[in-house]
C-alpha cells in the first residue's frame, strides 16, 4: 500500500502517483491511465452501469434523481474506490469529500481518466497481486463493515405509505396469518404531523408507544424514516432550537439557507459540527425510548426541491413569456439544481466556514454519524439498523445503505444484483434494492424473480412509491404469493449460513458479495455472485425466462434447483457453460465444490437464539469446513470476542465421511444446538445422511 | 383463417371470438384468454419489452414519446397482430385505428386480455399450427411488405442537424476520403426555413437543384425530413392554400385545429380525406423534381407541444400558485396531453365529420399516403425511400420505420433487436433503430457494438440528436473507425445476399427478420435473430463483453466470426449452448447447416448493376439451394415478373460437391455475373474452393 497525500496548494511540483500519469492546473488534479483491451475496472459502489465499470463516465456527487436510466451519471453517494484487474492489478481509493469525476474509457475508448478540482486530497494506491488482498487493504484503511443486529436479516415491508397505526397493524396480522416471514415494517414520510422530522401525527398514532410495543410483540421491529430539513414554522421546537444555537447551514449570501423539501421551507442541520450532530441525534430520544431501533435517512444528499430564489426565477420567466411567447423548454423546472448547493455554507468543529460543495459527499454520513449519536446515547452498546440513501466512504462503518428509488424494471433487478457485488466490495456488505422496484407498477413474474433475488440481498426489503401498484406478497394472488413465500422461508433457513459467513466476511475483510472474478479465473460473468464462500447465486433476470445460462467456472458445482426449502433437487455440474431450466417457480442455487451450508427451520420472524437444530448440506469431494457462528445478535459485544464456533469439518474417506466438530465457546453466548443432520453429496451427486443428536 | 367482423352497435349477442371469452359492455369490447405457464405470445411490432410480449401491458395509441423507458405503454404506433404459441398456436388480428389496450399477464400473470372502446372493429384469428403460416396467412390479409429502391440497403448517415450545404458536403466527403461506404445523407428539421414544411432555407441551401444534383453523383441520396404540422403564417403558400381549401384538422369547439410543435402555432392537415392527400402529395413537386428519392415523415402521431388553451392554463394555476404558494408538480407541463386530441376533428371522403381519436392511429399511415401520392405523381413507377415514425398496420405496404427517439443505451441495442424480429413477423421488413442511440452521448465501444447490428439492419441508419457526442463513425479515433468499416464493408460484401433474401421474404410473405423459434423447437432466444435464412447474427450486447452466450438449436452452425470481409476464421459447431468469445472487433455470424450465403465485392455506394463476380459460401453436409436474385433495383417492374433468378444448388457427393445451375432470366434485367467463387464447408469444417468463369 502506498499512500500519497497530496498537499493543497502543492502544485509544484505535481505529484507522482503509481501506475497514473498526473497533472495539475488551476482547476486542480487530473489523472490518466491507458486501459489495455482486457483490463478490467471494478469497484464505485452504488453507481449505475456494468459490474466492470469501463465504458461510463461517472460523476461521484451525491444526488437525488428519481429516474435511474442508464444515461445517469451520479446517483446518491461517493465511494472512490476502484480496483484495477489486468497487466497491472492495483487497487485505487481517492479520500476526497467533493466532487470526483471518473470517466472509465468513455470519451476515450483505452483511457482512465479522473478530475477532481481540488488538489488537496488523500490518494491510496493499493499494490496486491490478489484481487481480494486490495479489498482487504481498503477495508483496512477505511475501517470494517456496520454489523446490524441479527433480526435486519429477515424480510422487510415497506410502502410509501403506511400512514398510521391500523394499516400497520392489518399488514403485521397479514403476515403472521399467512406465515409470511418479517421483522421489520416501515413509517415513510406520513407518519410524521406535517412531514416536521421527529414529529408523530397524534392523529394517525394515538398511542404510538403502545404501538411499538405491541407490534414488537408480534415480532415486528417499525422503522421510521428520518429525513434533515427542518421545516421552518415558530413554535416547531427542532426549529426553534436549531435557530437558536445556530445549528442550520448558512447561505453564503445572508443569513440561513432556506429551501422547501417534503415539508415546505425549511433549514438544514449543519451536520459538519460535532454539536449539531450530538443535538440531532438527541431528537431520537422519544422514538428510541418508545423502543424504535432501527431508522432511515432519506433525502440526505441533500435532496432540495426548490429555494425561494428559484421560485422567483421561475415567475419571471413565465412573466417575460407573457409577452414574448410560450416556451416550454423554459419551464422545466428541476430539483436539486447546481446553484441551490452552492449557496451552502457549513462550519467546522472550528468554527471555519466551508463551502458545501467542497465537502458535499459528507452531508448523508454527517447525518448518519448524529443518529449514531442517538443510538449510543438512548441504546448504548446494543446494535441499530440504520439505512442511509446518501453516503460515502467511512458510511460503510456505520450504516447499511438502500439503493434509492429504483424502477419496477427487469434493468433494475440486474442493476441490483450488480450493486451488490460493487457495494460490497467497496465495504458495504449490508445493503440491498427495493424488492418489486419502488417506481412504476411491478407486475407478478418481475417480484417473484426479485423475490427470489432477496432471498440473496443483505437488506431484503420490498419497497414502493405512493400511487404504484401494492405489491405486499399476497398482492398478486395465490400462486404468486406461494412461491414468493417458499423463496422467504429459504432466506429465513438460511440464516445460520448467512450470519455466520457475514460474521467472518467482517472478521476477514473479505466481501460477503463478490463477483465470480474475485475466486476464479473466469470470463466476465455479471449476473451471478458469491453469497459467502459456499453459495453462488443465479438469479433468473430476463423476463418470461424458464432457465437462464449459467457459467461455472474452475470446479464443479451442486445445482440445488430449488422450490421449498425442506426439499432436495440437486444435480453436480461440471465447470462449463450451460443453459438451465428454471421454472417460475425455481432458483438455481449453486453449492461449490468442497463447501458446506448450513441450514435451520425457518420461522416467523428472527429470535435471537433460534437454533438448536442445524442442517448440514455439503459438497464434498474432498475436504470442507464451515465455521458456524453465534453472537447474542443485539449487541456490540461480539466486536471483544464474545461470540461462538462451531466448527464444521468433513473429509471424504474412500466410501464414507468423517465429521469433525470443534466448539470454540465463550461463555455469554453458549452454542444450544443440539442436533445436527448432515446431507452430504459426492462428485456424483449421490447423498449420504447422517444425524448428530447431544 | 375466420374473420370475424363485428359490426357496431351489435351489443347484443355477444360475439364468439375463437379463443377468446368476449364481454360487451358500454364501452366497447373486451376479449380475455386464460395463457398457460409455457404459453408465449409475440408480435405486436413496435413495442417495448420482451421478444415474449408477456408480462407487460401495451396501450397501442401512437405517441411520440422520446424517452422509452421499460415502464412505458405506448410508443408511435399501433401494430395489434399477435401470435400465441402454446397449447392452442394461433394468431390474432384487431384491425381497427383507435386506442386499444393489451394486457398480457400484466395485471393477472395468466390472463390476456384486450380491451377495445368500440365494437366496430374486425377481428382475424388465424387458425395454423406453423408460426409461420400464421405470419403468411396474416400478410395475405393485409398485404404484401414495402420494398424500398436497392440504394436503400446502403449504410445511411443522418443527424439532427447537418443544417446546410456545406456541412453535408464535408460529410460526404469525408465518407469517401475514409473509404466508409454511405448512400444517403439525411436533413433534419433545421433545412427548412423556420420549420415551414415544404420551404428550403435559402440560406443555407444557396442552389438546392444543383447541391442535390451534385451529391447524387458522388453516390449520396439526401433524404429531407417533412412534418405535418403545416405553420400559422399569412403569406406562406402552404398555410393560405390549405386555410383556403379547408384541408387542416377542425377543432371539436370551433374553427381549425390549432396547436404548437416545432414552427410554432400550427394546423394539421386533415390526412383522412383524399382530396388532402393528393394536395399534399403535390407539395413535394418541388423537392422530387430536384431528385429527392426519399423522405423520412417525423412527428405524424401526431406530436403536439401545446395549444393556446394549455398555455393559458399554465398562466392560470402559476397566478394561483403566486398567492396560494409554489407547487413545482403543477407546472410539471406535458407535450401530447390526452386532452389535445380529444378537440381534434377529421372528415372523410364523404364529408362526414370523425372525432380524431376513433382513427387517431390512422394519421400517420394517411401522412404516408400522402406522400406516396407526390412520388406517384413526379416520379411514377419508380421505388422510393419512405420512413415514417409513426404507423399502423397497413404502412407496412407502403413505407418503412425507424423505431423513433431511442437512447445510447445498451438496453436500446437489445431493444432493437427485439423490434427487428417483433416489426418483421408484423410485416415491416424494412425498418431499424438509430445506430449509436439518438439520445444521450453515446461512447466508441456502443458505437461499434451497434454498428455491427446494424450490418443486420434493414435500415441502417446512423442518427443522433442535437446537443449530443457527435457520432459519425470517425468521431471516435481510428481504431473504433476502422472495426466500424469493416463491419459496414461486410454489409455490403452481403447485398446479394440480403437482397435476394429480402425479396424472396416479399414474395413468399415470410419475415425477413426472425426469430429462431419461428424455425426451430428451442428455448426462448430473445438476442440472436434469423437475417433470411441463413445467416443466424448475434450481435454482442453487453457492455465490456468480450463474447456471449449463443444458443444453436437443432441442427449444425458454421461460425464465422467476422474480423473482414475477405478474411475466414470459421468453425463448425454442433447443436447446443456455447460462450463464444467476440472482441470489440469480432462479429459472431453462423451460418445454418446446409445453406449458402451469396457475397461481392463492396463498394462505396450501391450502384444498380454492380454485381459481376459472386462468391458463394456454403455449409453443405447434404445438400442446399440459394437463389440469387436481381432486378432493377429501382422500379416497381419487379411485380409484374421483370425481375431474374440464378438458382444455385450443391450436393454433397462423397468426398465432393455437385454444384448446378439454373437461372430463369428476365430480358429486362439480364444477370451479369461472369465469375462465381465458391468456398463450401463440410461437417468437420473444411474447405474446398471452385472458382466457374463464364
Request: charged share 25%; hydrophobic share 40%.
Amino acid at each position: 500500500m502506498t499512500v500519497l497525500p497530496v498537499e493543497e496548494r502543492s502544485l509544484d511540483p505535481i505529484p507522482t502517483i503509481n501506475h497514473f500519469d498526473s497533472t495539475v492546473d488551476e482547476k486542480g488534479l487530473c489523472l490518466a491511465q491507458t486501459l489495455l483491451p482486457h483490463d478490467k475496472v471494478f469497484g464505485l459502489g452504488q453507481t449505475l452501469g456494468s459490474l466492470n465499470k469501463r465504458g461510463k463516465l461517472y460523476r461521484l456527487y451525491a444526488t437525488d434523481d428519481p429516474v435511474h436510466t442508464p444515461d445517469k451519471e451520479c446517483l446518491y453517494g461517493s465511494h472512490p474506490f476502484l480496483i484495477i484487474v489486468g497487466a497491472n492489478t492495483f487497487g485505487l481509493f481517492l479520500d476526497y469529500p467533493g466532487e470526483i469525476i471518473i470517466d472509465i474509457g468513455f470519451t476515450d475508448l483505452d483511457l482512465l481518466q479522473i478530475r477532481i478540482n481540488n488538489c488537496d486530497i488523500d490518494i491510496y494506491v493499493f499494490e496486491c497481486k490478489r484481487i481480494l488482498d486490495i479489498v482487504r487493504e481498503y477495508l483496512t484503511v477505511t475501517g470494517s463493515p456496520y454489523v446490524p443486529p441479527k433480526w435486519a436479516f429477515g424480510y422487510q415491508q415497506s410502502r410509501w405509505s403506511y400512514p398510521d397505526e391500523s394499516t400497520i397493524l392489518e399488514i403485521g396480522k397479514t403476515f403472521r396469518q399467512k406465515g409470511f416471514p418479517c421483522d421489520a415494517i416501515y413509517m415513510d414520510i406520513d407518519y410524521m404531523d406535517a412531514y416536521k422530522v421527529f414529529t408523530i401525527s397524534e392523529q394517525r398514532f394515538k398511542n404510538f408507544e403502545g404501538f411499538v410495543d405491541l407490534m414488537k410483540r408480534e415480532g415486528f421491529r417499525l422503522v421510521p424514516i428520518i429525513d434533515p430539513a427542518v421545516k421552518v414554522e415558530e413554535g416547531y421546537n427542532v426549529y426553534d432550537d436549531g435557530v437558536k444555537k445556530g445549528f442550520f447551514c448558512k447561505s453564503a449570501r445572508d443569513g440561513l439557507f432556506f429551501a422547501a423539501v417534503w415539508p415546505g421551507f425549511a433549514h438544514l442541520p449543519d451536520f459538519h459540527n460535532n454539536d449539531v450532530r450530538k443535538w440531532w441525534g438527541s431528537l431520537h430520544k422519544r422514538l428510541l425510548e418508545a423502543g424504535i431501533e432501527g431508522f432511515w435517512n432519506d433525502m440526505n444528499e441533500p435532496s432540495i426541491f426548490y429555494t425561494p430564489e428559484a421560485v422567483s426565477g421561475f415567475y419571471d420567466i413565465v412573466e417575460q413569456m407573457r409577452h414574448r411567447g410560450f416556451d416550454r423548454e423554459k419551464i422545466d423546472f428541476k430539483s436539486n439544481r447546481s446553484e441551490f448547493f452552492e449557496d451552502i455554507v457549513q462550519t467546522g468543529d472550528d468554527g471555519i466556514s466551508v463551502p458545501h460543495n467542497r465537502i458535499h459527499n459528507l452531508y448523508g454520513f454527517g447525518m448518519a454519524q448524529a443518529t449514531v449519536e442517538g443510538f449510543n446515547q438512548y441504546r448504548p452498546g446494543q446494535r441499530y439498523l440504520l439505512l442511509t440513501r446518501s453516503s460515502c466512504t467511512g458510511v460503510h462503518r456505520i450504516a447499511g445503505i438502500w439503493t434509492g428509488d429504483n424502477m419496477s424494471w427487469w434493468e433494475h433487478l440486474l442493476s441490483h444484483i450488480r450493486m451488490l457485488m460493487s457495494l460490497s466490495m467497496t465495504g458495504f456488505f449490508y445493503s440491498g434494492a427495493d424488492l418489486g422496484g419502488f417506481g412504476c407498477d411491478t407486475h407478478a413474474e418481475l417480484m417473484i424473480r426479485w423475490m427470489q433475488l432477496g432471498v440473496f440481498s443483505p437488506l431484503c426489503r420490498n419497497h414502493s412509491a405512493m400511487g404504484t401498484r401494492f405489491q405486499e406478497p399476497w398482492a398478486f394472488g395465490d400462486k404468486p404469493f406461494d412461491i414468493m413465500r417458499e423463496a422467504m422461508r429459504l432466506r429465513y433457513a438460511l440464516l445460520p449460513y448467512t450470519y455466520s459467513e457475514y460474521m467472518r466476511c467482517v472478521r476477514e475483510l473479505e466481501p460477503f458479495i463478490s463477483p465470480l472474478i474475485f475466486h476464479f479465473d473466469t470470463v466476465d460473468v455479471e449476473d451471478q455472485f458469491m453469497y459467502g464462500g459456499s453459495i453462488m447465486a443465479a438469479p433468473v433476470c430476463q423476463s418470461n425466462a424458464k432457465g437462464r445460462y449459467v457459467n461455472l467456472p474452475s470446479v464443479r458445482w451442486l445445482l440445488w434447483r430449488f422450490r421449498r426449502f425442506d426439499e432436495r433437487d440437486v444435480a453436480v455440474y461440471e465447470p462449463g457453460v450451460y443453459y438451465i431450466s428454471a421454472e417460475l417457480d425455481e432458483m438455481l442455487i449453486f453449492i461449490k465444490e468442497n463447501t458446506l451450508v448450513s441450514m435451520t427451520q425457518p420461522v416467523d420472524f428472527i429470535g435471537h437464539r433460534t437454533c438448536k437444530s442445524l442442517t448440514v448440506i455439503g459438497f464434498v469431494t474432498d475436504k470442507a469446513t464451515f465455521t458456524y457462528y453465534e453472537d447474542d445478535g443485539e449487541t456490540f459485544k461480539y466486536k471483544d470476542g464474545s461470540f461462538s464456533t462451531l466448527s464444521i469439518t468433513i473429509e471424504k474417506e474412500d466410501d464414507d465421511y468423517s465429521i469433525m466438530l470443534a466448539k470454540d465457546e465463550h461463555a455469554d453466548v453458549p452454542i444450544e444446538i443440539n442436533e445436527l443432520i448432515f446431507e452430504i453429496y459426492d462428485a456424483q451427486g449421490h447423498s449420504i445422511c447422517r444425524r448428530i443428536v447431544e
